[in-house]
């Protein structure tokens, strides 16, 4: 990127109402048949709307065409049944019904290419595309196939990177892997987790992303942080193996989170997208709010390597508080570009 701290979200915005439940995630859709496709693309429009008007740099689908950012890819993959649900816990945190692997897992056609295409005639801008990561998707599944989290998630990297390779052709410049399980899970992690993690990347014409968050704005994940006590530290245990990986950004939790801002030294040389807004509050940041974070960040992460952006996705929020953060991430970006060039 050739602009001074290039803004972009982590992952989702709220879908209109008219699209689907409001703050509510795996919300059903509300339209059918071939309003609904129309329904999606003009979602996308109006996210794709709200980021320009926020100045958002790197602009992304806000996921509007997808329930849910995991389920939603697996729901195109055969071997997995969407029936035969079991109650599973989820990152170690909070119980859900999920799908049953039954069977070899394939890809047998693209699943978010058409959505690309849409997207990238609607702007010139760098399109950010976010899939779920290998880890994050095994845990998100009952497995009664392969019983080892470790081989379903090489073979969801080789899925992953099929539809990767595609999004690229298709417009993409970023692919970003979404990996709330990374902050979970440190031994898998770094004993296969970002090795299949390398394998999604494999071979990819385009930057990589890897995002590792809290999780989303819903009460599962904050009784979670507010029992970790007074510093959170889990990227302290990722953080070097991930330093020296392939993967070109780093998307960490930063705004209003007790995590030590020194932290990010562990990955210097990548590039670091440095959450700036709180995903798990309607409070609205203030500009000066958001700068203070960015400038304290330059501490430890090379300015023409330092991507501001969002904790997370904002699905849960209401699309008015959505809007005004982004807002908010925009106007904050650009009192310290003022400053980094005067």
Known sequence: MKILLP????????????????????????????????????????????QDRAGIDIVS?????RQHFVTTFIEHLSGVDFENRQTVKIRNRYEASVPSVVGAVTREKPVFVEDVRFLRTLTHKPIKWALPGPMTMIDTLY??????????????????????KELVAAGVD????????????????????????????????????????????????????????????????IFPKLQKSSIDLISLECQNSRVPMDLIELVRGKKVMVGAIDVASNTIETPEKVADLLRRSLQFVDVDKLYPCTNCGMAPLSRDVARSKLNALGAGVEIVRRELSA
């Open 7 to 50: 803004t972009s979200t982590a992952g989702s915005l709220p879908k209109p109402s008219w699209l689907a439940k409001p703050k509510t995630l795996w919300s059903p859709w509300q339209l059918q048949g071939n309003q609904l496709i129309e329904g999606k693309q003009d979602a996308l429009r109006l996210a794709l709307d709200d």
């Open 61 to 65: 689908d806000g996921e509007q065409t």
């Open 143 to 164: 497995d009664a196939h392969y019983k080892s989290r470790e081989k379903l998630a090489w073979e969801f990297a080789k899925i992953l990177n099929q539809e990767a």
């Open 174 to 237: 970023i692919i970003q892997f979404d990996e709330p399980a990374f902050n979970v899970f440190f031994n898998e992690v770094n004993d296969w987790g970002i090795a299949t993690l390398e394998r999604a990347i494999e071979g990819l014409e385009c930057e990589t992303a890897v995002h590792i968050c809290y999780g989303y704005g819903i009460k599962a994940n904050i009784d979670w942080k507010n029992a970790l006590g007074n510093e959170w530290r889990q990227y302290e245990e």
